[in-house]
């Protein structure tokens, strides 16, 4: 598939989005969230980051004013149910900001007795959060003509990924504004980390080796052991499905972003946050910052390997 950089920044920067939601919701929920100042500010970075990417997907559209019309389809379409999904999290996030707003500034609501209220809208935003990430990757994993995202970690990767580099923007934001976490979100960050590597490892092995559920004869309607050449070319000019549909990476390009991929998503968050896991008293900030940028970076060049490597069926017929 040819790779629209709308999409991927939108898949990228949405996830990113809602991961930290979700950890910030996850918080809300246990009554564990730091002062009002750096709380809020982790807040609206998580909200801001997923409205970016909902805002950015609209570019891939032909009449983007006519977006609002898929809200529509949420009972048979994954796009809507995002889309449905996605406008209800900012009501969670809302409440939650007016909620935060009525707490003194010089409160830790760590030591503050949670409301009913702060707990219900944080767990609603760690659901909303959740399944706006799996409605993301269902409208890739739902589509049968395209082999490589019928794997059946497309979802999971989409899910860890979204709660890894939300969880270092949190974990930064957090860090950078004077709060003390605990070493062992430096440890956490390195076990997501090696947790990633291996999914992708096995996605992408799962795509090298898996063969196509159908084949050139299938997809022409004849027996199976008649051969197929092809005579002459069905067009003389490159037409849309070769251009959308039928993007081709060449493997040792794909070998090369592959490594890329892992070293700014794995290999460099890991080490980053070994330093906040081993030394008690180094400031973490900017570790965890630098964490989150590798793999906010590693993200994209993944993303664009998910489209770039995705072949759909209908080359086939080319």
Excluded at 95 to 100: E, G, I, K, P
Aim: hydrophobic residues 60%.
């Amino acid at each position: 598939m040819h790779p629209a950089f709308s999409v991927i920044f939108f898949t990228t920067a949405s996830g990113a989005g809602f991961g930290l939601c979700a950890w910030f919701g996850l918080l809300a929920l246990l009554g564990n969230l730091p002062s009002r100042g750096i709380a809020m500010s982790a807040l609206l970075l998580g909200a801001a980051l997923a409205a970016a990417g909902l805002l950015s997907s609209l570019a891939h559209l032909g009449q983007p004013q006519r977006a609002w019309r898929a809200l529509s389809q949420w009972r048979s379409s994954w796009l809507s149910r995002e889309g449905v999904a996605s406008v209800l999290l900012f009501v969670p996030v809302a409440v939650l900001l007016w909620l935060l707003w009525d707490i003194p500034a010089q409160v830790r609501l760590d030591s503050f007795a949670a409301s009913p209220a702060l707990a219900i809208a944080g767990a609603a935003l760690l659901v909303l959060a959740l399944a706006c990430v799996v409605c993301t990757a269902m409208i890739y994993h739902s589509l049968k003509p395209v082999p490589a995202w019928r794997h059946p970690l497309v979802v999971p990767v989409y899910l860890v990924f979204s709660l890894f580099t939300g969880g270092l923007l949190l974990a930064a934001v957090f860090t950078l504004g004077g709060t003390v976490v605990s070493n062992m979100a430096g440890f956490g960050a390195m076990v997501g980390a090696v947790l990633l590597w291996r999914m992708k490892r096995h996605a992408w092995r799962g795509i090298d080796t898996r063969p196509l559920p159908v084949t050139r004869n299938a997809a022409l309607g004849l027996p199976e052991g008649r051969g197929i050449h092809v005579f002459e070319r069905p067009h003389t000019e490159a037409n849309y499905l070769l251009k959308e549909m039928g993007y081709v990476l060449a493997r040792k390009h794909a070998t090369r972003l592959r490594t890329l991929a892992v070293v700014l998503f794995a290999l460099v968050p890991a080490l980053l946050a070994l330093p906040a896991w081993l030394f008690v008293h180094l400031d973490p900030g900017p570790w965890f910052a630098a964490a989150a940028l590798s793999a906010l970076l590693g993200a994209l060049v993944e993303r664009w390997l998910f489209f770039a490597e995705a072949r759909h069926l209908v080359t086939l017929y080319y």
